[in-house]
Each structure stands twice: as C-alpha cells, then as structure tokens.
C-alpha cells in the first residue's frame, strides 16, 4: 500500500483523563517497527472494561487510545513479520500469543506473559509509542488501542481470520463473545441439564448465556440491577431473572433457595467484588463452579469465608474464555459464518466512529448490549 513506511495521520478518539468524554482529534500513527503490524481499523465494540477506564475504576497509563475489541485490515507490516500480511482481514487480540512464553507453551495456558492487560504500561514491547497528538506521545491500551482509524500492535496480538469474515460484526469475537462463552463451554464446561446462574446480563454475560445454552444448561437464571436487559436475555435463553434490588435479602440467599442447594454453574459478569462474591455462594457448596470473568478495580481484594471453599465449590477465572487466541479465534470466526454460533442478537446498536462518546452513553445506561462502532 502506498502508505506504507509513512507516518499516517488520522482520527483517534483519545482519553486524556479518566471520567470525560473521549476526544476525536487527528493523530499521527507511526509506521510498525519489527515484529509490528499496522491495522486499518474497520469496526469495534465498546466493551465493559474500556468503560472501567473511562470511569477511573481500572487504571491504566493515560493519555491513551483505548478500545481493544477490533477488527480491521492490515496496512503494512514491519521487519520480520511473517504470520500476517497487508490486506488480510484481522482481529484485535487484548491477550497475545507469543507462543514462546511459560503459558503459551503450556496445553491450557492462554494468559501469555506479554499480555499488557494486569500491570498495564500502554507501551510496545520496545517499550515506545506509534502515537503522537499535537507533539505528545500517546498510550496505547492492553497492546490494542482499536479507537482510531489506525492502529499499530505487535504481531503476537494480531488475529488472521478468513478472507469472507463480515468485519463489521466479527469484532466482537475479539473480547466479549469469547470471554462469555468460552467461561461457560471451556472454563466450566456446563453439562447438559445442569442449572447456570448469570451475574451480569451486558455483552459478556449475554454471550455467557450463549454458552450455557449451547452446552444445554436446563435453567438459566440472570442476574442484573437493569431489568431493562431481562426481555434481551429472555430471548436468549435465560429462563428466571433476578433484580437483587427487588429483595431484602442478599441475593445469593435468593437463588440458593430457588435452586434447592445452590447452582451447578455459575458466573460473574460485572466486575466488581460484591457480586463476585455473591456468585461464588450462589452456587452448589460442594459441587458447584464459579467462574469470574469481570475485571475488578485496580486494587481491590476479594474477601470471603475460606470454608465456602472447603466444602468443595471451585473458584476459578479466565481470560478470553481461555482461549488461545491466535490459534482459535480464527476457528470461532469460522463457526460464526457456519452459522454454529449466532452472536448476532449482541449487536444492538451501531454508531458511526466519531458518535464514541454517545457509544459510551448507550453502555452506560444499559440501552444496549454491545454498541459497534463502524469507520
Ligand atoms: N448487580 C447486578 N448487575 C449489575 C451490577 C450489580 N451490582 N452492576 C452492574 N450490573 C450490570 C449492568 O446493569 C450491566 O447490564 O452488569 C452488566 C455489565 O455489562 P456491560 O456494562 O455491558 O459490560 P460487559 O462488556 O458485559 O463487561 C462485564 O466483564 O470482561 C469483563 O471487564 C469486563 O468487568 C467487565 C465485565
Ligand atoms: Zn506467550
Ligand atoms: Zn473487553
């Protein structure tokens, strides 16, 4: 492409602070370096977690171009990049995989220890910015940074996917579909018949349930302050749902009673440790599993009575669904167009790119499920 070895300017919505709309400004985005790729952002999703940053409750380096849940077309391609190349289709990976690391390696492993996502320093692996504005280097964001017409990341965090995929709708199998559903069939791997307790009806518990579906769960209960997102989870398949706020008892007490011992499977899609607490009681005190996919505050801990353990209950966390991503997004991509997947009903609302903040907004006061924003 002629743009290539060049210096692109663009639009990129940047996060000064924390807690203020995102700013649309033009940007200069550097061309990759080594083991670099540069991405012709197409669509992305705006995810729980880019709202934790915005809100201040996660924290990550700022100034810096957020979003993480991409999926766009590769530009240029740096010195020694061999696994992608200008013009394939990608997507947008928060977890890399590097392939080489302790995790990688490993048969389960998918937190590969490149990831930028725990102690974030919204920098590229050599430790500089492909992003300047008005001649001060900008962070990037979980080793992404999706809100910008370009974008540079490093090759271990860029997805191949088929040449056919919609790249309008795929994005969101960068980070909220496969984070749900693989919590529910890989993480937990819910039987069939079994009963699923949801915290968290948003786009990552929607897809949880997705999961909990198509593994045959027989009960469904969702769990959300919002009741305007129970109709949408209805049609998904929850089967009860629960307003905590509409009961004078915790609402762990609540489903443990409705559940007789407690739920087989269940799940935290919210992020914050009330409600992670909340699910770890929720289900079966000896044979229940639950499985926290929310990100928590910076900082926070999780305290809870040991003995809620001791009776057998598993609790356990997962990243991206514990996929690894370069090797198997690619195949949910494909079970997608196949149509084994439906994650369509997640999409429900689409913005053009420079609408973010209203994006935002529509996440905020749980309008939707996932907002996309198109380029
Ligand atoms: N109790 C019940 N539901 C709550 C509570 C609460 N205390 N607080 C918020 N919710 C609901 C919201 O009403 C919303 O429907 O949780 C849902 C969160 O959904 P989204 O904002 O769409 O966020 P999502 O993208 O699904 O991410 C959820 O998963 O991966 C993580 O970092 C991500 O922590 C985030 C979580
Ligand atoms: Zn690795
Ligand atoms: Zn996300």
Redo the contacts with the bound molecule.
């Keep these: 492409m002629e743009t290539a070895g060049k210096v692109i300017t663009c639009r990129a919505a940047i996060a000064w602070t924390s807690n203020a709309p995102l700013s649309i400004e033009e940007v200069e985005v550097d061309p990759p370096k080594a083991g670099e790729v540069r991405i012709k952002i197409i669509s992305s999703g705006i995810?729980?977690?880019d709202?934790?940053i915005t809100e201040g409750k996660t924290k990550t380096p700022l100034p810096a171009i957020l979003g993480h849940e991409g999926a766009g077309i590769v530009e240029s391609i740096g010195e020694g990049v061999s696994s992608v190349k200008p013009g394939d289709k990608v997507i947008t990976s928060a977890v890399p995989q590097c392939r080489e690391c302790d995790s990688c390696l490993h048969a389960k492993g998918n937190c590969c220890l490149k990831e930028d996502v725990f102690s974030p320093v919204g920098l590229m692996l050599d430790g500089t910015s492909r992003f300047t504005c008005r001649g001060r280097k900008l962070h990037n964001f979980f080793g992404t940074s999706t809100f910008t017409e370009y974008t540079v990341m490093h090759e271990i965090s860029v997805v191949k996917i088929d040449d056919a995929a919609p790249l309008e709708k795929v994005c969101i199998i960068a980070?909220?579909f496969p984070?749900?559903y693989g919590a529910a069939v890989n993480v937990a791997q819910v039987t069939p018949g079994s009963t699923c307790v949801v915290?968290?009806?948003?786009?990552?518990?929607?897809a949880v349930v997705l999961g909990c579906r198509a593994a045959g769960a027989a009960r469904i209960i969702g769990?959300?302050?919002?009741e305007g997102?129970f109709a949408r989870a209805k049609a998904l398949g929850v089967t009860d749902c629960l307003n905590?706020q509409n009961f004078k008892k915790p609402i762990q007490e609540v489903v443990v009673e409705m559940t007789g011992f407690g739920a087989d499977f269940t799940f935290e899609?919210?992020?914050?440790i009330?409600?992670m607490v909340a699910a770890l009681e929720s289900c079966n005190l000896s044979y229940g599993v639950c499985v926290v996919?929310?990100?928590?505050p910076t900082g926070s801990q999780l305290s809870f009575d040991p003995t809620k353990l001791l009776s057998g209950r598993i609790l356990k966390g997962c990243l991206l669904g514990e996929y690894k991503t370069r090797d198997q997004i690619p195949l949910l991509v494909d079970d997608y167009m196949k149509k084994k997947i439906d994650m369509d009903p997640l999409i429900t609302h689409r913005l053009p790119f420079i609408k973010i903040n209203e994006g935002f907004e529509l996440?905020r006061s749980?309008k939707c499920?996932?907002c996309v924003l198109l380029f």
């Design positions: 995810c729980g977690s709202d934790h980070c909220g984070t749900g915290f968290g009806l948003g786009g990552v518990g929607s769990i959300d302050i919002n997102k905590p899609a919210i992020g914050t009330e409600t996919t929310g990100l928590s996440l749980g499920i996932r």
